[in-house]
Nanobody
Framework: QVQLVESGGALVQPGGSLRLSCAASGSMFRINTMGWYRQVPGKQRELVASLISGGKTNYADSVKGRFTISTDNTKKIVYLEMNDLKPEDTAAYYC??????????WGPGTQVTVSS
């Protein structure tokens, strides 16, 4: 069974940067098809960045130009580089498949708080 563990969240000032990591284990894990989601209490989890077969990436309009998804295939780690962070980026961040029909069990997430 696939297990996902996110890390790297922190308290950061507006305009700052963070790099989130998602370590994956399990033989059924497909690192070339992954995404990063975020969730604010009381709201639905939203997909903000995704990587699909062929290396194509997609980003939500709210993070386009500021966030970058990448992978280390050898280590089975998925990264989310976040720059120019804004208070509205505050959320719990999770990695998982970008396809709702192919989700793995959710990991614990990692909290990002953007505040001065």
């Amino acid at each position: 069974q696939v297990q996902l563990v996110e890390s790297g969240g922190a308290l950061v000032q507006p305009g700052g940067s963070l790099r989130l990591s998602c370590a994956a284990s399990g033989s059924m894990f497909r690192i070339n098809t992954m995404g990063w989601y975020r969730q604010v209490p009381g709201k639905q989890r939203e997909l903000v960045a995704s990587l699909i077969s062929g290396g194509k990436t997609n980003y939500a309009d709210s993070v386009k130009g500021r966030f970058t998804i990448s992978t280390d295939n050898t280590k089975k780690i998925v990264y989310l580089e976040m720059n120019d962070l804004k208070p509205e980026d505050t959320a719990a961040y999770y990695c998982n498949s970008p396809s709702p029909r192919a989700l793995y069990p959710w990991g614990p997430g990692t909290q990002v708080t953007v505040s001065s």
